[in-house]
């Protein structure tokens, strides 16, 4: 006789989450599949396949438009620097929905990669809460400018093979983050908005190490294919037609997240190959 495992599972209630339209739902569904998950309320038992959907739950403002049709707004006006604080509140928001979908999608790997991703997603609705708490302290809220899906645009793209989803989502486009928020910061800086700048700092602080976890799973799923990481990488980055470094590269940031020098040093190569043509 033997006892079968009774914990409920938790893909079905991460695809709940991320079905959710209402961003203070969602958030709030997060916080509850982090606890519970954390406490072994639920577990990382196999379930049924997971769904193929093309969009994850959103609400029905802001307007999506193609990333070159969002308005350009200067930040020395209440509407643009609302603008910018809304951008920054629109990632946070898609980083909520791309760490449940990780979590939630490839349920084959270890339950450390289930509970990675789950606490990336409590830490991302953290990041969306405290910059529409920032966006609502200048008169607007989220919804009030129109943005674009290119971050959820990849990760349907990369939907069936979690090693291009680590390759490409935190090793590409997250890590785009670590280098242009000290740019950012520095503008909030200089307006006075302490409070802003103390929402980037922890955002700063948290996205590095979201980044060394996609690093660290992509390392694990290149072992277990026997595949070179480094060179794996580069040539993901030119079928993908991405661009890896643009304007200022933090490579101080980026060795904290697990880019090794030699990489680094590669890519950079490998970029300027790519503007020089």
Known sequence: ????????SVFPVLLSALKECSPEAKCRLTDEISAAFSDGLLSNAPADAPEDFRFAGRPARPELVPPDAVRARKMNTPEGYAAMLHAICHIEFNAVNLALDAAYRFRSL???????????????????R?????LQAHGFDYGDFEAHNHL?????????DPLLRMALVPRVLEARGLDVTPAIRAKVAQKGDAETCAALDIIYRDEVGHVKIGNRWYQHLCAGRGLEPAALFRALVSRYDLFVFRGYVNIEARRQAGFSRFELAMLEDFERGLKSR
């Not at 270890?110 to 969306?128: G, L, M, S």
């Not at 405290?130 to 920032?134: E, G, I, K, N, S």
């Not at 959820?152 to 069936?160: E, G, I, L, N, Q």
């Open 1 to 8: 006789m033997y006892h079968m495992n009774t914990t409920p």
């Open 152 to 160: 959820w645009d990849m990760a349907y793209k990369t939907a069936f």
């Open 130 to 134: 405290l910059m529409r708490a920032r």
């Open 110 to 128: 270890p339950a450390a990669f289930t509970a990675d991703w789950i606490r990336v997603a409590k830490e991302e609705a953290c990041h969306f």
